[in-house]
């Protein structure tokens, strides 16, 4: 069975100082991807940064960071020098090898000024 | 911004009517995705479609079809809707990508559509 998990239902951080998210999966397939969005106050899904299965490398992408451990199948998030406009919900997903997306129920963070 | 469109946004009638939501897409990608968003539960998947006329059900599919007779149309379809229901209706798009591709193959999403089931 596929599973995303978040067991961080709301976060706080203090302006310019970094965070981390926590992502943990389930998941019995050979390859997949895994990804995390942002959904600020306005509903839209933005997606942030991907890492797939087999990159040996972390994913970066400007203030956002991806810390993979396969071996604890974790995909946390990090958010450096966090800004007001960070303050969104935010979701872990996993591609599956057929192609479904599987998300996480999402974690709440607030920047504190 | 991928082109991603849903109709109607916004939503309201009556326990026991029909619904259907339409999502239209110019990206001429394969996959198409209907999932529900509800407070506590992150999104779930309805159904998803693989390609013209190929559909597979999700993790809630119960009361709910969905058709895809055009590459650009996914349309879910509530038979006699109920007030559980109610909720955020997100339509998706991807398309599939190897392990050596440079394209993330991530899912693009349309501003979504809000039902209310009274």
């Known amino acids: 069975a596929q599973k995303i998990t978040q067991t961080q239902p709301g976060m706080f951080v203090q302006e310019k100082e970094a965070v981390t998210l926590d992502c943990t999966y389930d998941?019995?397939?050979?390859?997949?991807?895994l990804f995390w969005y942002k959904q600020p106050s306005s509903g839209e899904m933005i997606f942030l940064i991907y890492?797939?299965?087999?990159?040996?490398q972390n994913a970066t992408e400007g203030r956002y960071s991806l810390n993979f451990q396969k071996a604890r199948k974790s995909a946390n998030l990090v958010i450096s020098a966090s800004q007001l406009g960070d303050s969104a919900m935010y979701f872990c997903?996993?591609?599956?090898?057929?192609?479904?997306?599987?998300f996480g129920t999402g974690t709440s963070l607030t920047v504190i000024p | 911004d991928a082109g991603i469109t849903q109709s109607p946004r916004h939503k309201v009638t009556e326990t026991g009517t029909p619904v259907t939501l339409r999502c239209h897409q110019t990206?001429?990608?394969?996959?198409m995705y209907w999932y529900r968003q509800d407070p506590g539960h992150g999104l779930r998947l309805i159904h998803y479609?693989?390609?013209?006329?190929?559909?597979d059900k999700g993790e809630v599919s119960d009361g709910y079809s969905v058709s895809r007779s055009k590459t650009e149309d996914f349309l879910l379809t509530l038979e006699s809707a109920t007030s559980s229901q109610t909720s955020v209706y997100f339509c998706?798009?991807?398309?599939?990508?190897?392990?050596?591709?440079?394209?993330?193959?991530?899912?693009?999403f349309g501003e979504g559509s809000r039902l209310t089931v009274l």
């Open positions: 998706a798009i991807s398309e599939k990508v190897g392990l050596a591709a440079k394209n993330t193959g991530e899912l693009f």
């Open positions: 998941t019995s397939d050979p390859s997949y991807g």
């Open positions: 890492q797939g299965s087999y990159d040996q």
């Open positions: 997903a996993m591609r599956a090898v057929s192609n479904q997306f599987y």
């Open positions: 990206e001429n990608h394969r996959y």
């Open positions: 479609s693989y390609g013209v006329k190929d559909t």
